[in-house]
């Protein structure tokens, strides 16, 4: 399939899809969609309407070519074949004049084709975290960069591995969300007594941070090295994903009412993991702990020397850092000596503005043979329950 089919194809298919998705969403919480969604979903449907006729067009364009390629292949075979007779009744073309068609056909391809920038979303809980954006200079659209290719890798990260629910905001406006303190637990009371409430509820605000990165080369080595552009755009995103991970982190530790745990003297370091899990269970946001984010240098004091864990159910041919029923997360947004346990889907939820997503300029700097790749995202962490969270001092002053 040529890149422009599928890059209409794409999105087509992803206003669709996102139009579906917030349908059912209202559908499902039994209400009217909002303003913001009605606009959405017209955006999306103006866009499908945009693609339709693009699509239909490339589509054609798409078996004229594999046609004419055929016919070319036949004639080479010494054969003339239906497919041929088809093409040209009154006179076969020979070889070159099948090739320069071929070029013709690429050619008004790319006069043709016009969309406008497009920033594609994605959930940050799995699949692709990167697609190739179009990059326009002029106000009709015409394109520098076309879409394709395979997809990039997901890169490791917090919000992934802890698997955050994640919610989608305009851009780098605040946010606002409800932060659910604790309080006495509900109790048995006689019919027609006064019910005991809940009111410690309060509200916290934020504004997705932008977590950006660009690299310039130069056009020699695009075409010399096939693959470089979409190694750098996989380094790009891990570089990315990284610096996400201390804005985690950083959210958490600076929430007020998350719980704290210092170790005893001499305690081993699983052990302390181990109270800092009981410590969420107790809490009142009555779900286990699923993710421990810990200094890399700290690990082999947690597991030991072998990695096989207090059990010793994970061989040393294996890398599955696993204890307490937890994923061990090792990172350097945390300091070494300290950890964080928590049950991150229970307690926080992540919160996109933009997410990572992939611009090439092949114009702008065309006077000086260069290339952009930026690849950049919108993010935030609210933590909704601070008691979810327990900070860990293995080695307490």
Not at 9 to 22: F, G, H, K, V
């Amino acid at each position: 399939m040529n890149p422009f089919l599928h890059a209409a194809l794409t999105r087509y298919n992803s206003a669709r899809d996102d139009t579906t998705e917030i349908q059912n969403r209202a559908k499902t919480e039994e209400r009217d969609l909002t303003k913001e969604e009605v606009a959405t979903i017209e955006g999306h449907v103006a866009a499908m309407n945009q693609m339709g006729p693009l699509i239909e067009q490339f589509a054609h364009e798409e078996k004229r070519t594999r046609a004419v390629a055929d016919a070319a292949a036949a004639i080479d075979a010494g054969n003339r074949g239906e497919l041929v007779d088809e093409l040209v009744p009154a006179l076969v073309p020979g070889r070159t004049q099948l090739s320069e068609m071929l070029r013709s056909i690429d050619e008004q391809r790319t006069h043709r084709w016009s969309v406008q920038p497009e920033r594609r979303g994605v959930s940050l809980a799995g699949g692709d975290a990167e697609h190739r954006a179009l990059v326009t200079t002029s106000t009709t659209g015409a394109p520098v960069a076309a879409g394709g290719g395979t997809p990039l890798r997901e890169p490791r990260r917090i919000a992934t591995a802890a698997g955050l629910p994640v919610q989608r905001v305009s851009g780098v406006e605040g946010v606002t969300w409800p932060v659910f303190g604790s309080a006495d637990a509900a109790d048995i009371v006689a019919e027609g007594a006064t019910k005991p409430e809940y009111d410690n509820i309060t509200s916290a605000t934020a504004t997705p941070q932008m977590i950006a990165m660009w690299t310039d080369f130069t056009r020699q080595v695009g075409m010399t090295l096939p693959n470089f552009e979409r190694r750098l755009q996989a380094k790009l995103s891990a570089r990315v994903a990284r610096r996400e991970d201390v804005l985690m982190v950083a959210r958490v530790l600076a929430t007020t009412g998350i719980q704290t745990y210092a170790a005893g003297a001499d305690q081993p370091f699983a052990d302390s993991l181990l109270q800092a899990a009981a410590l969420v269970l107790a809490s009142d946001v009555a779900a286990a702990p699923n993710l421990a984010v810990v200094h890399p240098t700290d690990v082999v004091a947690i597991f030991g020397g072998s990695a096989t864990g207090t059990a010793g159910e994970t061989p040393q041919s294996e890398l599955r850092l696993d204890l307490h029923g937890m994923t061990v997360y090792p990172s350097t947004a945390v300091t070494a000596g300290t950890a964080i346990v928590g049950a991150w889907p229970a307690a926080a939820e992540l919160i996109v503005g933009l997410p990572p997503t992939v611009f090439v300029d092949a114009v702008s700097g065309l006077k000086t043979n260069k290339i952009t790749v930026l690849l950049e995202e919108a993010v935030t962490l609210g933590v909704t329950e601070p008691e979810g969270f327990v900070s860990v001092d293995f080695v307490p002053a």
